[in-house]
């Protein structure tokens, strides 16, 4: 008798040590939502390494050269990317993307019949009046790889300043010479791919905002300048070079 008391006494000493321990080790309340949340959020939105999306061009592009045929003004031109972006580090990364872009020109002709809203568009033998309505019109497919740099630290809550300097490779698939019949809407396009170069590589710099766009996304708005460096001239008529600035807005996830 004395021997089952004993064992009594020691099982139930096992019982209130287990009972004791395992509320110690039990939390003292349930995780709430938004704890719960909180640690599957990532903690800052820009430690992500890798990100990939798409971005759209609204530039405007003409030709700068010290021997050309024309006269240029600028014109829009605009396009698309899909982007990626990777940073090893906070503060630098790469940048490579592939895309459509316009570029070109608009063609200053002399003004034979006094301004471009002060005459009919199109002269009666058929020929079309030229102030500010002839266009050329690059159609480019484009590779740009660049360097990029951001600020390791937010500029404002959730915005991080980033620039980008690289080269671009350009393709010039079609070259269209436009006269625009802003009246009639009988527009005259002819194809002049052969005369102009059909490959080139350019320099591109780029500035502006890494904004948090609800802790998984980036949303990017940049000022781009690109500037081809070779002669876009294929048939001897001068020496010029593309360039196109304007504004790139990226979404990246």
């Given at each position: ?99 459509y872009q316009q570029r070109g020109a ?117 000022f781009v300048y690109t500037k081809g ?25």
């Open positions: 008798m004395k021997r089952i008391s004993s064992l009594l006494i020691l099982f139930s000493a096992i019982l209130i040590f287990s009972s004791v321990h395992a509320q110690e080790a039990k939390p003292s309340s349930p995780p709430t939502k938004e704890k719960i949340l909180a640690e599957g959020r990532p903690k800052d939105i820009f430690d992500k390494k890798f990100r990939l999306g798409v971005s759209y061009h609204f530039n405007w592009g003409t030709i700068k050269g010290d021997d050309l045929p024309k006269r240029y003004f600028i014109k829009p031109c605009v396009g698309f990317n899909v982007r990626a972006e990777y940073y090893p580090l906070s503060f630098i990364g790469i940048g490579a993307g592939i895309g608009g063609v200053r002709n002399p003004d034979n019949y006094g301004g471009s809203f002060a005459h009919p568009w199109v002269k009666p033998t058929g020929d079309v009046d030229s102030t500010y309505i002839q266009k050329l019109r690059f159609n480019t497919w484009e590779l740009p790889i660049t360097l990029l740099l951001r600020t390791p630290n937010d500029v404002i809550k959730g915005v991080r300043l980033s620039a980008a300097a690289g080269v671009i490779f350009i393709n010039n698939f079609r070259v269209n010479d436009i006269w625009l019949d802003v009246a009639g809407g009988n527009h005259l396009e002819h194809r002049v791919t052969s005369d102009y170069l059909r490959n080139d590589v350019g320099y591109q710099f780029s500035i502006g905002p890494d904004i948090n766009a609800g802790y998984s996304n980036i949303f990017q708005v940049h460096m070779s002669n876009i001239y294929n048939a001897g008529q001068g020496d010029g070079r593309q360039i196109t600035y304007g504004i790139r807005v990226a979404w990246l996830m």
